[in-house]
């Protein structure tokens, strides 16, 4: 008997022959099936790997403007309670006034910034999901590959009389194989939840920025109303007569 090692990337295949028997143009085709099942799992699990490391990236740049966000919020509440505290006010101090107009004119610096993160983040979104949609074909096509080489295989073990493989050995080849196609599927499964995890918090983001923005209006129409606080008859006279 001899022995073929062949050290492939995904894991060495080890396969025993039979030399006084010839080697059969089925063994030939099955090796090299068996040999692009190996190369296709080496690619899928590699742009797993690939494609989830991106994402974690994404899940990154996604949090830090979640955090902003939150900043953002929590000075627009201010903000916007102090414009209130003003418009409730039978006479408010002409220097309180300019200092929410002054706030209220940064905010406006501060939430042109972070529409800039959003608009970045969401074309970043888009680019993610061109990246991760095509890996639903190749889970399928890997699927076919490998139905493929089954009826191939079953084909091959009823003409074993004439083969010169030792099926015996090619079970437990195979059985390391089935092996390393599970840690395949974890990696999937590992990056479909990793997907999911930073497209939920995505969406969350999107739909807490959209609801902002209307609370964002409200708190302008505040400030306009500041605004008019600090406007003197003075000012009203001199406004009409130019």
Known sequence: MANKRIEHPLRTIELTYDELTPF???????????????NFVKDLCEEYNSIQRKYEEHDVH???????????????????????????????????????????????VLIAAFNDDVEHLAEESSEMQKIFTPLDSKDEQLAEIFKEYRAFRGELAGNQAN?????????????????????????????????????????????????????????????????????????ITRICLN
């Open 163 to 235: 083969c010169s493989l030792d099926f015996e050995q090619y079970d437990n080849d195979e059985q390391a194989f089935l092996s390393a196609l599970n840690d395949m599927s974890a990696l999937q499964t590992k990056f479909i939840d990793t997907c999911n995890t930073v497209i939920d918090r995505y969406n969350f983001l999107v739909a807490e920025v959209e609801k902002t923005m209307e609370d964002w209006n409200k708190c302008n129409g505040m400030l306009e109303m500041v605004k008019l606080l600090g406007v003197t008859p003075h000012d």
């Open 62 to 108: 996604v949090r830090r403007v979640i955090l902003r966000y939150r900043a953002i919020k929590t000075r627009m509440h201010h903000l916007n309670g102090t414009a209130k505290s003003l418009i409730n006010r039978m006479i408010p101090e002409k220097s309180d006034i300019d200092k929410v107009i002054a706030e209220g004119k940064e905010f406006k």
């Open 24 to 38: 059969h143009p089925f063994e030939e085709e099955m090796l090299d099936r068996y040999t692009t099942l190996h």
